[in-house]
């Protein structure tokens, strides 16, 4: 029998999460079950179970996988431009719904909000070291301030629907104190 190779379980593996991320973000994760998840993959019930023995593996899996692109500079175009990206994928994947329903199980989950917690640490530091020169000894608090107000605005999209987002840009450019 011939080996599979790495890519080839690599790619399996990541069509089983994308399923999932599917069916959470439109049925959320007590409205979906494993069956759900494979019909949605096509896959039989011996390869995802090769690859996940639980759907809260696969929530984690789902997790891992969804960090935003934060702005590579504190300037009004760079953060403009990220609640745009976080706003097109809450308006055409459903993300900002899932990240709701990441949120919520993670208060009652502790393998996930390890990794919750691990995302908003690299997500504080990653606008730490954005945070200019003359600004340097309030980096943490701006960073911890902007990286709350920018998951609100995203909590916010799951809830109230499609939301303009100058009002969070001018409040996080605020932050900054750009």
Known sequence: MPKVSQAHLDARRQQIVDAARVRFAGHGFAHTSMADIIAESGLSNG???????????LVVAVCEQGTEALPRALTAEAVAG???????RARDTGHAQLVAQIYAEAAVSPALAAVVQRQLAAMRAAIAELVPDDRRAQAE????????????????????????????????????GS
């Open 47 to 57: 390869a995802i179970y090769r690859y996940f023995t639980s759907k809260e593996q």
């Open 82 to 88: 990220f609640l745009e990206h976080v706003r097109a």
């Open 141 to 176: 608090q701006i960073a911890e301030a902007f990286v709350a107000l920018a998951v609100s605005y995203n909590l916010q999209l799951a809830i109230r629907g499609d939301l303009d987002p100058a009002p969070f840009t001018a409040a996080l450019l605020a932050i900054v």
